[in-house]
């Protein structure tokens, strides 16, 4: 599965980005969600969408960030409003066949800085 990530960027704290992923024929992907690492810290799952399902947030974004999937356009995204410099980090985008997502395909990535 071929992801391609963009929107990254950087923004002021309390500012907003979109983060889409591009890939193809989503409809057959069964859950896809986005993940950030940060220097010195642990990948961290930020949100997931199952085909059909309720999305899952971390609590760090919850209220803040909201993913969604097009159908029509093939692009997964995530809408993040009131970013804070604890947000900066590299999201990248994954895309599994099981609930283990961190094993599933992933994207080159795309890099959020939060200014204070």
């Known amino acids: 599965v071929r992801l391609v990530e963009s929107g990254g960027g950087l923004v002021q704290a309390g500012g907003s980005l979109r983060l889409s992923c591009v890939t193809s024929?989503?409809?057959?992907?069964?859950?896809m969600g986005w993940y950030r690492q940060a220097p010195g810290k642990e990948r961290e799952l930020v949100a997931a969408l199952s085909s059909g399902g309720n999305p899952y947030y971390a609590d760090s974004v919850k209220g803040r960030f909201t993913i969604s999937r097009d159908n029509i356009k093939n692009t997964l995204s995530l809408q993040m409003s009131s970013l804070k410099p604890e947000d900066t980090a590299t999201y990248y985008c994954?895309?599994?066949?099981?609930?283990?997502?961190?094993?599933?395909?992933w994207g080159q990535g795309t890099q959020v800085t939060v200014s204070s």
């Open positions: 994954v895309a599994g066949a099981t609930d283990d997502l961190k094993r599933g395909s």
């Open positions: 024929n989503i409809v057959s992907i069964y859950l």
